[in-house]
């Protein structure tokens, strides 16, 4: 079992990672299951065991994919294969499972752009399965990338356990979509270069109107939007920490074609007023209360303190929810309530993917295009399905370090 020390930040459900675009996938699984593809053939070479900067061994020798510049290793995990639900003959086939999905990833690099970069960049060091894969916190993952004391370089750790129960193995074809997504986390922590530094944004924290879920409950709409306002002019910020729209184009609403801006601010103030309309309608509208209670009650509790447009290149998801770790938790309100905040990105030129919650909302549009209307559900369910548990552990631990740019 690998177990991996992240600090507290959020994660996705379990086999839910970072979004591809659904284009691409649908086209991909299309043309994946109508040819024929051929099955790369594993050459084993004696390489020793590899241990990376965390202390993860590989053990026996590793299988090359033509044309790859890694190679897939079994791990010396300490999971028992038994108590993770195989049998010796599902390892062998989680690591064929991958070596053929790499294999078709290859034939078709263009279709991926992550995949293709992390290879151009060599920034993929070797991919090793293991029994089953885990964090500090004993949540299992399907995959999960470590650095390693070469810059620039970085493993992949998969877990055979997930790839058996999502009935992954033996079909590459299924595979490797999701695979794919995966190696925007390869590119991401391979990264060495600088980050953009953060603005910081001032919060009057102790004159916040945090209230409590029970008060919450008794607001009346009209009392929920005065709320939120007190909120906007103290707390809660909607423009991200590093200005990432700056001089970018925008879109109006229900189009795909970007718009140059008349001024360096002006896609800013523009997603920022559409964002706190969104808001607006979440706290005040009977639907939300309905169907999106907890988005409402994170709205005006204090658990989301930025809510804003991005642009960051690099990620393929269409939303994020990112909260600070425990340590960097912040007393609000006069009852001085300790709280890991968090905020929830919208990435402006990005669509969403099939398995977000609000895709059939968004109408294949892409982010910055949705009206106030959509983005109001959008934003209210991204914090429904991942404000609670997303937050303390898992991929974001990476995501979180990622700047806009």
């Given at each position: ?38 099955t790369?053939?594993?050459?084993h ?10 202390g ?74 293991e ?31 997930l790839?058996?129960?999502k ?35 001032e ?9 409590t ?23 809660l ?84 929810t ?63 399905h ?20």
């Amino acid at each position: 079992m690998i177990v991996l020390t992240r600090p507290r930040v959020s994660h996705r459900p379990l086999i839910t990672i970072p979004r591809f675009s659904s284009c691409v996938i649908a086209a991909g699984i299309v043309f994946w299951s109508t040819v024929v593809l051929p099955t790369a053939q594993a050459n084993h070479q004696g390489h020793a065991p590899h241990a990376d900067s965390e202390g993860h061994a590989t053990t026996g020798p590793g299988h090359s994919i033509p044309g790859l510049p890694f190679q897939v290793f079994l791990g010396r995990g300490k999971a028992d294969v038994a108590s993770a639900g195989l049998d010796p003959t599902d390892l062998d086939a989680a690591v064929q499972t991958v070596i053929d999905t790499c294999a078709l990833l290859l034939q078709h690099r263009s279709d991926y752009p992550r995949f293709d970069e992390s290879i151009r960049k060599n920034a993929l060091q070797q991919v090793v399965i293991e029994p089953t894969v885990v964090n500090d916190e004993g949540k299992a993952f399907p995959f999960l990338v470590a650095r390693t004391k070469e810059p620039g370089r970085v493993i992949l750790l998969i877990s055979a356990s997930l790839l058996k129960d999502k009935g992954y193995l033996g079909h590459p074809d299924t595979l490797a979509p999701v695979l794919a997504r995966e190696f925007q986390w390869v590119v991401s922590k391979a990264d060495t270069a600088p980050k953009p530094k953060t603005v910081s944004l001032e919060r009057d924290l102790q004159r916040a109107p945090i209230r409590t879920n029970q008060e919450i409950k008794t607001l009346s709409a009209e009392e929920r939007t005065h709320t939120l306002q007190q909120l906007f002019d103290s707390y809660l910020r909607t423009v991200d920490d590093q200005k990432s729209l700056e001089g970018q184009a925008y879109y109006e609403v229900g189009s795909s074609v970007p718009v140059s801006p008349t001024q360096s601010d002006s896609t800013t103030k523009l997603y920022e007023i559409r964002v706190r309309e969104a808001l607006q309608k979440i706290v005040r509208e009977p639907y939300f209360q309905e169907h999106t209670q907890k988005a409402v009650k994170s709205l005006l509790n204090g658990t989301v303190w930025n809510v804003a447009f991005v642009k960051i290149d690099q990620r393929d998801w269409a939303t994020r929810t990112r909260v600070l770790p425990e340590d960097k938790a912040v007393l609000v309100g006069e009852r001085r309530q300790r709280i890991q905040p968090a905020a929830i990105l919208v990435n402006v030129y990005r669509t969403a993917a099939p398995d977000d919650p609000f895709y059939r909302d968004t109408q294949g549009l892409p982010m910055g295009a949705l009206s106030a209307d959509q983005l109001a559900r959008v934003i209210a369910l991204e914090i429904q399905h991942n404000i609670q548990e997303k937050s303390m552990s898992g991929h974001t631990a990476q995501d979180a370090l990622t700047s806009p740019k």
